[in-house]
């Protein structure tokens, strides 16, 4: 073993991988474990496999990181085997890489800028991340991720151009544009760019890239350079994935949303109405303190009349020192049954959204030989085997409930 990376939580956390692991590559015998700080149980799974590296490898240099470390260094480096903790601006500088750097967690909330690193290779991955913001000013009431990220902070520009040249001549097809809050893109720039404004500037100034696509994003901050891109940018895939969190507005209230119910309806049916066929994701968190039954059924009747296929459902995690976190609970149980409850709902949308597709040529970004995920991010399975990075032409032959069928057009 040289240098092992082993990731937990969003794609942020992945492009920083390949950044460590591009600084950290003249180390031996070396694990670098990222951690996520979102739920308890992404913690959890960080601390197991901390545990297990040691155990497999107990000579072996661990070094841990993440929002998780960052929040709270001292009982990660307490675990048996770690050997460092870095914290999450510490973790991207060269320097805190070489074999004679001490362990460094700064104080992430004097963060003042984002610089670009260069990455041309996301081992094992076909779709490349890159990060144009960092952090987050906002302070909903369940989320602890800005004390593991700090202020929000951009990437200028020219350097996000250059990351996303870089990539394209390693030979990907799709980026993704990544962040903590990508649609507060801007503010912290000359001029002031939004999201929409720097989205445009990077396709035209790399016109060879095929195909991008947008991480997670804010429903209350979508600004008109970017509507007017989804509706006319074919380069921009049909997909949105919406930060909503619940479908009910007081629910959404006393998690200090910047959106209500009816505000969340209204950007899916505007994106559907400028690209029809458009594919949406959406992330909700089950069982938020207070929710009631009735509270709950707004959101499940949300999840129905919004037809989203695609749901990244968290049952509610209490984080220490967060608002909700003090609000009445709801029963653990109760919040595992009510996420069931959503997952079941948006499997029902995707099996008639995948449905929809049959006999349409769609385009497959192949990740594996066996397939890959189309524009709008539905998964598709090829009838023959097909060479991986590579954008395929294809024919819809039918759907199951997770999943498109084609064969090459």
């Known amino acids: 073993m040289t240098v092992e990376v082993q990731t937990f939580g969003c794609r942020l956390n992945t492009y920083e991988s390949e950044v460590m692991r591009g600084h950290a590559a003249g180390l031996d015998n070396t694990i670098i474990v990222n951690t996520c700080a979102v739920t308890a149980e992404a913690e959890r799974q960080a601390r197991q496999a901390i545990r297990r590296a040691h155990r497999e490898y107990p000579e072996a240099n661990i070094v841990v990181t993440g929002c998780a470390v960052q929040i709270d260094p001292a009982s990660w480096a307490a675990l048996p085997g770690v050997t460092r903790v870095l914290g999450n601006e510490d973790k991207l500088k060269p320097e805190a890489w070489a074999r004679d750097a001490v362990s460094a ?66 030979g990907y097809q799709e980026v993704v544009l990544t962040g903590v809050d990508i649609a507060s893109y801007g503010p912290d720039l000359p001029g002031t760019p939004a999201l929409g404004q720097m989205v445009r500037r990077l396709l035209a100034l790399v016109p060879e890239l095929p195909r991008l696509r947008l991480s997670s994003i804010d429903p209350a901050a979508m600004d008109d350079d970017l509507w007017k891109l989804i509706a006319e940018e074919p380069r921009l895939m049909p997909h949105l994935h919406l930060s909503v969190q619940a479908g009910s507005d007081l629910i959404l209230k006393r998690m200090k949303r910047r959106h209500l119910r009816q505000d969340a309806l209204n950007t899916i049916r505007r994106a559907r109405d400028l690209r029809p066929g458009l594919g949406i994701g959406a992330d909700l968190i089950a069982g938020f303190p207070t929710e009631t039954d009735e509270l709950f059924a707004e959101t499940l009747a949300f999840v129905e009349e919004a037809e ?102």
């Open 105 to 170: 967690v700064s104080d992430i909330m004097a963060a003042k800028q984002t610089a670009a690193h260069l990455v041309t290779e996301f081992a094992g991955r076909a779709r490349a991340f890159v990060q144009v913001q960092q952090g987050c000013d906002h302070r909903c009431t369940f989320c602890v991720i800005p004390f593991g990220r700090g202020p929000n902070r951009s990437v200028p520009i020219g350097g996000v151009v250059e990351q996303v040249r870089s990539l394209v001549g390693a």
């Open 308 to 409: 989203i296929p695609f749901l990244h459902v968290f049952p509610y995690s209490a984080r220490s020192h967060t608002p909700a976190a003090k609000m009445p609970q709801v029963p653990a149980p109760l919040r595992k049954d009510r996420a069931a409850q959503l997952r079941a709902a948006g499997a029902v949308n995707a099996t008639r959204f995948l449905a929809a597709q049959i006999g349409r040529e769609i385009a497959v970004l192949t990740e594996t030989e066996a397939g890959g995920h189309a524009e709008t991010f539905a998964p598709v399975t090829l009838a023959a085997a097909a060479e991986p990075g590579r954008i395929l032409r294809a024919r819809v032959t039918g759907a199951n409930d997770t999943t498109l069928l084609a064969e090459a057009a």
